[in-house]
């Protein structure tokens, strides 16, 4: 089983000593949480250039904020809710709902299907693909996983998100979102069952019935081309251990897909921009 993301429990010792003004303990510190943080940012967000921002903006609060963590919850929830009040209502430049909705995706996802077979280049079989377009179809495997991500609502998504994604249990997914258990389980079930009866009913990496297969829309997106009008899109964010097309298709269950792609590489620059927008605004002093 695919281990899930995570945002660790902080020595106290280190914390204590980043409270001190220990610039390294500090850095540490934010290099420990960075990962996770940047997990939920993409995974709420859907756009890598407004998660790293998101994922900034938290880890300067975290940072500015340290003193005042009190022990009275672990301090992953701390983060957690840090994060939680920064990316519930943090503008995405990628579309979600309202504008996303499942009955949209699965229209889009058939008009791919069908140009595919009339142009006649369907192809059935992974082991026929050229290396290139297995890249091409994990692209549009972690693309069109996350766009059905984005058609829940936030607050629906981030509770599936903590679940799913981070393997959260009831009271600290309750906690984080300042929920009570019985009302994080009625969200969680209502956005599990949305969301996983969508991607059943067409995600070929979900069912085996299911009648989308991520290199046939990347064969339709090469048909199609680029719109004219469309901006381009980001590149991926790395993952921490990338999975190959062929394992992905092999998972048949929407857990491992999602775990498969959330954990990121640490992005080893994010903490020094921290420092230097603390520095800006006087909070340490020019290292």
């Not at 209502?190 to 059943?200: N, V």
């Amino acid at each position: 089983m695919t281990a899930p993301a995570r945002i660790p429990d902080i020595a106290d010792s280190l914390r204590q000593q980043a409270c001190a003004g220990d610039l390294r303990a500090l850095d540490a510190l934010l290099r420990e949480v960075e990962p996770g943080v940047f997990a939920l940012a993409m995974r709420m967000l859907g756009h890598p250039e407004d998660a790293r921002e998101a994922t900034q903006d938290v880890l300067v609060r975290v940072a500015t904020h340290l003193a005042s963590f009190r022990g009275e919850a672990r301090f992953s929830t701390w983060v957690f809710r840090i994060a939680r009040n920064v990316m519930i209502t943090y503008r995405t430049r990628a579309p979600e709902a309202p504008d996303v909705s499942f009955d949209l995706l699965s229209t889009k996802l058939a008009e791919g299907r069908a140009l595919t077979r009339s142009e006649g280049t369907a192809l059935t079989d992974t082991a026929a693909l050229s290396a290139e377009e297995r890249a091409e179809a994990m692209d549009v495997a972690r693309r069109c996983t996350q766009s059905f991500l984005m058609a829940l609502g936030r607050d629906e998504r981030l509770a599936y998100v903590l679940d799913v994604v981070f393997g959260l249990d009831g009271p600290q997914a309750a906690e984080v979102l300042g929920i009570a258990p019985a009302a994080y389980r009625k969200r969680l079930s209502r956005a599990r069952e949305r969301l996983e009866t969508a991607m059943s009913n067409e995600c070929g990496l979900i069912s085996r019935n299911a009648p989308c297969r991520c290199h046939t829309q990347a064969q339709a997106l090469r048909i199609a081309g680029p719109p004219a009008t469309a901006p381009s899109r980001p590149a991926l964010p790395v993952l921490e251990a990338p999975i190959s097309y062929e394992s992905l298709a092999e998972l048949f269950s929407v857990v491992e897909v999602l775990r498969a792609q959330s954990r990121y590489a640490a992005d080893h620059s994010l903490p020094d921009a921290v420092r230097r927008v603390l520095q800006e605004r006087g909070w340490l002093g020019a290292s």
